[in-house]
């Protein structure tokens, strides 16, 4: 480790004497990624980033230099990248969600691409669900899930739950930047709105669903950066599934919409933690654009 560390410090030092352009930072930055097993369109995200350039003008931009001190952090960036594993999202601090930008660190889970079907549901269940007024996200996280309602849907009432202080403050960052109003509240799932005493027409989450025995298959990526608490759970994967649902008796309004994104192969057993607990429902799994089992909704 330590030699391949000063053969890499040799590089940069070889490297950041002789300023490149933009298309040879990225050729050198995309093959070095690829020959270390990591994704090559990296490279296109920290140029972007360290220049402060759309992909537009990354792209017709080729032969304009790259300044060195910017050359050099990048460099690093992709070093840090390939040694550790450390997202791109934990070097850029962003992440884009729904065509908007979000805030992100280590003390929120990263936005995922599968999340956004998941508001797509959502949006065309408001549709046919009569008059909802106030919805609530559980494990929000950086809020992308309630900031992105709230503003698809500006007349809804909104609610953000999370258990970590440190993952509000995130959320409630780009909620006030993004311009939308949400309450926000601190607890286990629907305790803080059991507490006062507060109904909800929708309930919404993407908690917690990964058994801790396949902590070991996640990639490093996730594995070592994205918050635990954000990530596993007990009964193998299903505990927050179990105490939303039980918690929900308390605070749903009759004919109330229950959303869950699930693991690929949970989708059976959440359904079935659903109809125990409201016989009456129609609970629907749906797939993601990929044709795996994504998300859970229970008209109640």
Not at 59 to 85: A, D, W, Y
Not at 140 to 157: C, N, Q, R
Not at 263 to 284: A, C, F, H, R
């Amino acid at each position: 480790m330590k030699s391949k560390r000063k053969k890499w410090n040799r590089l940069v030092n070889n490297m950041s004497e002789k300023p490149m352009t933009i298309h040879e930072a990225l050729r050198w930055a995309s093959l070095f990624l690829e020959e270390h097993n990591r994704e090559g369109k990296i490279a296109e995200i920290l140029l972007q980033h360290h220049l402060g350039i759309s992909r537009v003008q990354l792209l017709s931009n080729f032969r304009e230099l790259v300044p060195v001190e910017k050359q050099t952090v990048f460099m690093e960036n992709i070093k840090r990248h390939v040694e550790t594993g450390i997202p791109v999202q934990h070097l850029t601090g962003k992440e884009a969600f729904y065509g908007r930008e979000f805030t992100v660190n280590k003390h929120v889970l990263i936005p995922r691409q599968e999340t956004e079907e998941l508001i797509v549901n959502v949006l065309d269940e408001i549709k046919t669900l009569g008059p909802a007024n106030t919805l609530v996200d559980l494990g929000t996280g950086s809020g992308i899930i309630a900031t992105t309602l709230k503003l698809e849907k500006p007349e809804l009432e909104v609610f953000a739950v999370d258990i970590s202080e440190q993952a509000l403050s995130v959320a409630k960052q780009n909620a006030c930047t993004l311009g939308a109003s949400i309450q926000f509240c601190k607890g286990s799932f629907l305790e803080p709105l059991i507490d006062r005493g507060q109904n909800v027409d929708i309930i919404v989450s993407n908690p917690p669903y990964i058994p801790f025995v396949d902590k070991p298959t996640l990639s490093d990526t996730v594995r070592n950066f994205d918050p635990e608490l954000a990530l596993f759970a007990e009964k193998n994967g299903l505990a927050a599934y179990y105490e939303i649902v039980e918690q929900s008796t308390q605070v749903l309004t009759t004919g109330g919409l229950i959303a869950f994104e699930i693991g690929y192969q949970q989708g059976e057993q959440v359904k079935t933690i659903l109809t125990n607990t409201y016989p009456k429902s129609t609970v629907d799994i749906r797939k993601d654009i990929n044709g795996k089992d994504r998300m859970v909704f229970a008209r109640i």
